[in-house]
């Protein structure tokens, strides 16, 4: 509520009727209306326009798409390179829906304190492949925010969540709950360990809730093994990956698909090397969702 109470609400069912067919019609970052019947228990009648929400495939096949938060200022997605490994065909896909619904992105390279060199110079091939996009990197160690001194030389981390709804993203085992407690000073939620046979991470957080910070508001969010889009359509995935569109103008066709098509000058700019390789790959596995029933 306005004044900060938490109150346990019911949603209508007629939800459904209208023709919102996520898992979760009332997600998290919502602003609702709420009725009080005369046995005392509060009703979620009415949602308002949301200005923006970051959604995905729902891995429930019976329903179209699970909305991960709405109303947000920017996403931070959290990434690894190893312990475990995040895959660029994740960030890239993460990326496009933030552009497709035109909400800021920043990807956080965590637990740089476990790399080895080799490691490290990964993180900053990928740091300088997204900020040439125009992407804001940054790569921290959470465990490590709770030393008093390494926190003061991470300023930069600390104020992008000032003043903002901040959704925190990324697979499972990334190091999004250590961080949260960092960020706070406590335990918020609970932490995992990575699993031995297969370095991913086990879930801890079995939900989104939002936690207030200051003046900012974090969502924190499941773990999510992947990202399987919805509501693109094949002409315009192109459109949602910056260094794909920007070179997109010079191609022959107006249309061009940048996959078979004579004059491209995208597929030219991957041969050169001033469109990354893997940033092709996400993009045409993403062309891969547009066809009817295929999920990834």
């Not at 959290?78 to 065909?89: F, L």
């Not at 160690?141 to 000032?162: G, M, P, V």
């Not at 939002?210 to 508001?217: A, E, N, S, V």
């Not at 390789?277 to 996400?282: D, L, M, P, T």
């Amino acid at each position: 509520m306005d004044d900060g109470t938490n109150v346990e609400c019911h949603i209508k069912g007629n939800f459904r009727i209208r023709g919102i067919r996520s898992t979760n019609p009332v997600a998290v970052g919502d602003f609702v209306e709420v009725q009080t019947l005369a046995d005392g228990t509060n009703w979620i009648t009415e949602i308002e326009d949301r200005k923006n929400y970051i959604i995905r495939k729902s891995t429930n096949l019976s329903k179209e798409s699970h909305i991960l938060a709405a109303n947000i200022d920017q996403v931070a997605l959290i990434v690894t390179v190893n312990h475990p490994v995040t895959s660029t065909t994740f960030i890239d896909r993460f990326l496009a829906t933030c552009e497709a619904y035109r909400v800021r992105a920043i990807i956080i390279f965590n637990k740089i304190d476990l790399l080895t060199d080799e490691e490290n110079e990964q993180v900053e091939e990928l740091r300088a492949l997204y900020e040439s996009i125009g992407y804001k990197t940054i790569e921290i160690s959470a465990i490590s925010l709770q030393n008093t001194e390494y926190r003061a030389q991470n300023t930069d981390l600390l104020t992008l969540f000032a003043g903002k709804t901040t959704l925190l993203s990324g697979n499972s085992g990334v190091g999004k709950s250590t961080l949260l407690n960092a960020l706070f000073g406590k335990e918020m939620t609970r932490t995992g360990k990575i699993s031995d046979a297969h370095d991913k991470g086990m879930h801890t957080t079995t939900f989104s809730e939002m936690y207030f910070l200051d003046d900012g508001r974090i969502i924190d969010t499941p773990g999510i093994k992947g990202f399987g889009t919805i509501d693109f359509e094949r002409e315009e995935v192109g459109h949602y990956f910056r260094d794909i569109f920007r070179v997109s103008r010079d191609c022959r066709f107006g249309n061009c698909t940048h996959t078979n098509e004579p004059g491209c000058a995208v597929k030219e700019a991957v041969v050169r090397g001033e469109i990354a390789v893997s940033r092709y790959e996400s993009y045409l596995s993403l062309l891969g969702d547009c066809e009817e029933g295929k999920y990834r």
